[in-house]
């Protein structure tokens, strides 16, 4: 490198520098990785920093204790946001409307969260006076993208700080670090070989003997959903009644959103329904393995797309299973203000009004499927479907001509290409 040209800047265009900022909005969660996080930026940045702490219905936490111990550390004030509604409403339910699963299994909810973490997070900054937001995400994950993205789609302007991604602290640094600088332990330790992520629409774990393919789910990950041997020898059937594509009932008494996905998480965890051992593969690159517990989720979705096959035709069943999962990768690739999930929701909301109804779920020991379903606007009609005459809505006796036409271009095809083989 010659003497004109500068030494290569260590950070991201839109990452700050030290010194580049004076005072930052932290996204706080009281764990290991932002409290130090949190003390570190002080003493690198000679930055002040802001702590938001958000409630996506983490259960068991505490946010009195988190918020203290922000305080603790030197945050110039601590925020906790409860945002249960707001993610029910505008996360969770696009989400119930398009089926939303990641590769055929993961429910997003970590995925959601993150663009209603971000969004809140550019807000705060704002009335704070942050010229930064930080995250605890490392290099290797996709939740840097989903916050990063969501945060310069919303404040072009807002720097971000991401030490974890940066810095060359592993956890045992991390921990040796925090007992230097008096930052409390959750139990005096962190112990647990697991990343544990959680909000009211399910809860995720990977990390430590997880990673080890040839090795099954140990028992002390599953902290959510019962053993399904464990669960109860009597199935539970549960009605879950929709309006217009989203749940608004449970067995007859009607709750909202954030109250009934608590209510089936309930019912859900004590039949061992939702655990999900996931291969997955990451925007990144990676392929990883992550052990979900997602109740309320395997429940609402699964009759939600059992009553939507029920009044949608062949083909708008066809053509939303495509855009279902166009929907889920993009929401899981982190690009939530991408036109094209908005112009997807417009559709998965047209075809929604026609989805009312009700689907009887049976739980059973891990498993939860259909078995009744009822809609004003079935296209299902029993004398149709069974095996006796049919009425006046069509006649059997016009399915030869059918036939014959609906097999005519494949015949002749079919018998182009063997016609060799006649003639031999």
């Not at 959750?186 to 544990?196: H, L, N, Q, V």
């Not at 593969?281 to 309320?296: F, Q, T």
């Not at 279902?324 to 203000?337: E, I, N, P, S, T």
């Amino acid at each position: 490198m010659s003497a004109e040209q500068p030494a290569p800047r260590p950070y991201g265009a839109y990452e700050a520098a030290p010194g580049e900022v004076d005072r930052v909005l932290l996204l706080y969660s009281g764990g290991l990785d932002t409290s130090v996080m949190l003390k570190w930026i002080q003493d690198q940045y000679g930055a002040e920093v802001i702590a938001l702490c958000v409630n996506l219905g983490q259960p068991d936490e505490d946010f009195d204790v988190v918020r203290g111990k922000a305080l603790d550390l030197g945050a110039l004030h601590c925020e906790v946001l409860d945002a249960r509604e707001e993610f029910a409403r505008d996360y969770v339910a696009p989400a119930i409307r398009a089926n939303a699963r990641y590769g055929g299994g993961y429910p997003l909810f970590t995925a959601l969260g993150r663009p209603l973490i971000a969004k809140l997070a550019v807000e705060q900054a704002r009335e704070h006076g942050c010229d930064a937001v930080a995250h605890g995400c490392t290099g290797k994950g996709n939740d840097q993208v989903r916050i990063d993205a969501t945060v310069l789609a919303l404040a072009p302007d807002m720097k971000i700080v991401a030490p974890v991604r940066n810095w060359s602290m592993g956890r045992e640094e991390e921990i040796a670090y925090a007992r230097e600088h008096g930052i409390p332990l959750k139990g005096g330790s962190e112990a647990t070989p697991y990343s544990i992520d959680d909000n009211i629409w399910g809860r995720s774990s990977e990390g430590g003997p997880i990673e080890d393919l040839s090795e099954p789910p140990r028992d002390d990950v599953f902290e959510l959903v019962a053993d399904p041997r464990d669960a109860p020898d009597r199935a539970r059937d549960l009605v879950v009644g929709f309006e217009a594509g989203l749940p608004v009932c449970l067995d007859g008494q009607r709750l909202g959103l954030v109250d009934l996905i608590d209510r089936c998480a309930l019912v859900g965890r004590e039949h061992g329904v939702g655990i999900l051992d996931h291969i997955e593969d990451r925007i990144v690159g990676l392929k990883v393995r992550d052990l979900y517990e997602v109740p309320a989720a395997e429940i609402l979705l699964t009759a939600h797309q059992e009553l939507e096959k029920l009044v949608c035709t062949i083909h708008q069943n066809e053509f939303k299973h495509m855009l279902d999962r166009k929907w889920a990768y993009l929401v899981y690739a982190g690009l939530w203000h991408e036109p094209l999930r908005c112009d997807l929701d417009a559709y998965m909301e047209s075809v929604s009004a026609q989805v009312t109804g009700e689907i009887t779920m049976r739980l059973y020991k891990g498993s939860a499927r259909a078995v009744t379903r009822s809609s004003p606007n079935s296209l299902y009609d029993q004398d149709l479907a069974g095996f006796g005459e049919s009425g006046g809505l069509f006649s059997q006796q016009a399915s030869p001509g059918f036939i014959e036409l609906w097999s005519l271009q494949s015949r002749m095809a079919y018998g182009i290409r063997n016609r060799e083989r006649k003639d031999a």
